[in-house]
């Protein structure tokens, strides 16, 4: 049996097409729109151009997947921080609903966070862990000791609420760069992992952590075939992304031109977190909350 899972994100909009036999699934394709919806809210509401992208982008998947033959009824949509983290959710999600025919599912920010650590276990060992994933409006932390969930949190701050909010042109200077280090480190705050053991190892999902890995492989930092990186790796990227502002530019359009104006703003969370925590490797997956939402929320 085939299921389509369609995540509405706060920079991206992304469909997965699984072929499920009992509890195993296998990825059949993907499909990917950066539609930038956080881009779209002003005020704490998003704009009915925004409702308008975000229910176009699903009626641009369901075309999608005509040819193939999935029903509605094995085709799941769910928004994450960019329906979830604004005033008008109720206007947005009813209005969406009536465009699409689909009936959304506004996941918590701790629904997010376990969906996201469920999916990537179903890639890579979590255990005695820390999981990251960073969206574009959120950032989802999960500590993982002795294969339990010790802490798990969502956070209000992601890499295109961050460029939309510090970001006066395309690449961050140096003001934004300081009111970038600002709003992160007031929305993570350091004192919220007091008093924990943290483990050194890092599993991370999203955009953001694949981008940084592309960043790591460019740079010969480490081999094409491999996922894990090390925390110090960071600092050789960010020698690139803080440095010289056209070299920085030329870097990201060759390697990942498509998160411009993102990767920077993703990277700084990325790397405060690091910071924050003893990081060692830091592992990579592909695998997270479309997934983890697959095996808790569809399959038996």
């Known amino acids: 049996m085939q299921h389509a899972v369609i995540d509405i994100g706060s920079n991206s909009m992304r469909l997965t097409v699984y072929d499920v036999n009992g509890n195993d699934f296998k990825i059949l394709f993907k499909e990917k729109i950066m539609a930038g919806l956080a881009s779209y809210v002003e005020d704490g509401y998003i704009s009915s151009e925004g409702i308008r992208r975000a229910y176009k982008g699903i009626l641009e998947f369901v075309d999608t997947l005509a040819p193939f033959g999935i029903s509605r009824e094995n085709t799941h949509v769910f928004a994450t921080a960019s329906l979830r983290n604004i005033i008008n959710t109720d206007e947005a999600v009813a209005q969406i609903n009536a465009a699409s025919g689909f009936d959304i599912d506004i996941i918590t920010g701790a629904e997010e966070a376990f969906l996201g650590y469920a ?99 460019h740079l010969e930092l480490i081999p094409e075939n491999e996922n894990t990186f090390r ?34 703003p993703g990277f700084l969370i990325l790397r405060y977190i690091t910071d924050l925590m003893p990081a060692g490797k830091i592992v990579v997956c592909n695998y997270g909350v479309r997934e983890g939402y697959l095996c808790q929320k569809i399959l038996p």
Do not use: W
């Open 119 to 217: 999916g990537a276990m179903r890639e890579v060992s979590v255990e005695n862990s820390i999981f990251v994933d960073i969206g574009g409006a959120s950032t989802e932390i999960t500590v993982i000791s002795d294969e339990a969930v010790i802490q798990s949190k969502s956070y209000h701050v992601g890499s295109l609420k961050l460029y939309k909010d510090c970001v006066k042109k395309i690449l961050p200077g140096k003001g934004s760069l300081k009111r970038i280090n600002d709003a992160i480190s007031s929305a993570i705050p350091r004192e919220g992992f007091d008093g924990l053991t943290l483990p050194e190892k890092f599993v991370c999902s999203g955009g953001t952590s694949r981008s940084v890995l592309k960043f790591a492989k």
């Open 231 to 264: 925390a110090e790796h960071l600092n050789e990227i960010a020698k690139i992304f803080l440095g010289d502002e056209k070299k920085a530019a030329d870097t990201i359009l060759k390697v990942d031109p498509e998160r411009i104006h993102t990767i920077i």
